[in-house]
């Protein structure tokens, strides 16, 4: 688990105290569904700042939220078909930024995000508990382009020891 998703925990127990399990599964789900939406909202911007295109309105409506018995007391959050199993920012902005790219694939037929040395379509990775968009050409098998989310990009590029430019 993430140190987030640690430091969220024990933030519950220190407002919380003890809690049931149905509790706490009604947190946790709740919070990862309100990161969803929020993430969202954090990818619907990067496609229209960078192609002009918008991803809502009825041909697009991908976060869902639903109970199961199956699954106990807690709820489910999806993105399109992928589950979304925990309130880390990083895993819920690396599913909600895979969703939305297959969207513009499908819906509009363009490649988002490209890389801007390779042309290549970039695909999401994890770098310091950061989502971010990774191109797999060049020499080395792959460079991290830059962070999923914005405010966390410059941190991850200037100390990524993946992105090196070509020699």
Do not use: I, Q, R
């Given at each position: 688990m993430s140190e987030?998703?640690?430091t969220w925990m024990s933030e519950v127990h220190d407002e919380f105290g003890e809690i049931s399990g149905d509790e706490f599964c009604e947190l946790w789900t709740t919070r990862t569904f309100s990161m969803a939406r929020s993430a969202l909202e954090v990818i619907q911007k990067s496609v229209f700042d960078e192609?002009?295109?918008r991803v809502d309105g009825?041909?697009?409506?991908?976060?869902?939220y639903f109970r199961d018995p199956e699954f106990g007391p807690a709820g489910v959050v999806r993105f399109k078909s992928a589950e979304v199993s925990t309130p880390d920012w990083a895993e819920v902005l690396g599913v909600v930024a895979e969703g939305v790219q297959e969207f513009v694939m499908d819906y509009y037929a363009t490649v988002w995000p490209a890389c801007g040395r390779h042309s290549f379509g970039?695909?999401?990775?994890?770098?310091?508990?950061t989502a971010v968009w990774k191109c797999n050409g060049g020499p080395e098998g792959g460079h991290v382009v830059r962070?999923?989310?914005?405010?966390a990009d410059r941190s991850v590029v200037r100390s990524s020891t993946i992105d090196r430019p070509p020699v």
């Open positions: 987030e998703v640690l192609t002009g295109k009825e041909e697009f409506c991908y976060v869902n970039l695909h999401v990775d994890y770098f310091d508990e962070a999923l989310d914005p405010s």
